[in-house]
């Protein structure tokens, strides 16, 4: 599975950097130092990983040829709701599931396996189910269609980010100052401590290492 470390390493900054600026703030409002504010939620970014939203099944399964196809899943409409009280953090996922066969002869039931993840820090498997959807293909049709649904639990203590590291992201800086000029995050410190609070749910096909490779390199 590849996760797009690139995506939270460059937006880690401003999802953290407003934790606590005043709730009247919205984003892309201008702060008093400047700066654009930007809200942070403790809720994980919800996200399909490169080569996991589509899988190809061919009969037999051990050729690629386009004469072998048999069928094809795309994961799609990936959709969530966050219950963002309590303890923990509860997300729930729901997508679809589109499906085409080659073969349209006779009824037919393709079930294909997903997973839910919780990535923490961009690289970090905390949590991983899998989950089952099945296409019912009717006689004489070629595409189908089914709903799929998962749920993501993250501990809200280990997404919130102390008060030391927010005091440091949130201080305002003045023009001129040699501090105005560093990145926060170039202290190994505090940018650890942002991604440890960092987390996403991410929703794809269970993917046998073969089907992955496919999907890479096709």
């Not at 797009?4 to 407003?18: D, E, K, M, N, V």
């Not at 009280?85 to 080659?102: A, Q, Y």
């Not at 202290?187 to 496919?214: H, M, N």
């Amino acid at each position: 599975m590849t996760v797009r470390t690139s995506t939270i390493a460059a937006s880690a900054f401003l999802l953290a950097a407003s934790s606590l600026l005043g709730a009247c703030k919205t984003t892309g409002d201008l702060d008093e130092s400047g700066g654009i504010t930007a809200v942070r939620t403790a809720c994980p970014t919800v996200a399909i990983p490169a080569s996991t939203g589509d899988i190809t099944l061919f009969d037999p399964a051990t050729s690629h040829d386009a004469s072998a196809l048999d069928v094809t899943a795309v994961l799609t409409k990936l959709r969530s709701t966050c219950t963002n009280s309590g303890d923990d953090i509860l997300t729930t996922v729901t997508f679809s599931v589109e499906g085409r066969r080659t073969r349209t002869e006779g009824a037919r039931d393709v079930t294909l396996p997903y997973f839910v993840t919780v990535v923490q820090g961009g690289s970090a498997v905390i949590a991983k189910r899998i989950g089952r959807a099945t296409l019912h293909f009717e006689p004489g049709q070629a595409r189908a269609s089914v709903q799929g649904t998962g749920s993501a639990t993250v501990s809200r203590a280990a997404a919130t980010l102390s008060p030391e590291v927010r005091k440091v992201l949130t201080e305002k800086r003045k023009a001129g100052d040699q501090e105005a000029a560093v990145d926060p995050l170039s202290r190994p410190e505090i940018r650890a401590a942002v991604l440890r609070s960092t987390f996403e749910a991410l929703v794809g096909f269970q993917l046998t290492a073969d089907q992955l490779k496919y999907n890479a390199t096709r």
